[in-house]
Nanobody
């Protein structure tokens, strides 16, 4: 089982940037795909971005293409989500997840095995 800890959420104004980080432990992160998801109250969880185990392939939800960038530093056991030009609609809790049996990228949240505790992102007008 992988332990995941997110950080970097906060309150920003629309148009600003935030950088979310997810640090993995207990298993080498280079072995599995990683993803960022988000979930608003009363709504289904949705994929934001996913990255293959090597970092060579990525997937983005249409709503964040061109604004968000997912990357990974396997040596530092870290996956990062750089979020630019934030919009009020991006206000939600963001979760980091590990697909330990997949090489990724993978947009299906049911295939992810381990999840972080989430970090809140709030974008004000």
């Amino acid at each position: 089982q992988v332990q995941l800890v997110e950080s970097g959420g906060g309150l920003v104004q629309a148009g600003a940037s935030l950088r979310l980080s997810c640090v993995a432990s207990r298993m080498p992160v280079r072995m599995y795909a990683m993803g960022w998801f988000r979930q608003a109250p009363g709504k289904e969880r949705e994929v934001v971005a996913s990255i293959s185990y090597s970092g060579s392939d990525t997937y983005y939800a249409d709503s964040v293409k061109g604004r968000f960038t997912i990357s990974r530093d396997n040596a530092r056991q870290t996956v990062t989500l750089q979020m630019n030009r934030l919009e009020q609609e991006d206000t939600v809790v963001y979760y980091c997840a590990a697909d330990i049996y997949g090489i990724g990228p993978n947009s299906n949240d049911s295939l992810y095995d381990d999840w972080g505790q989430g970090t809140q992102v709030t974008v004000s007008s």
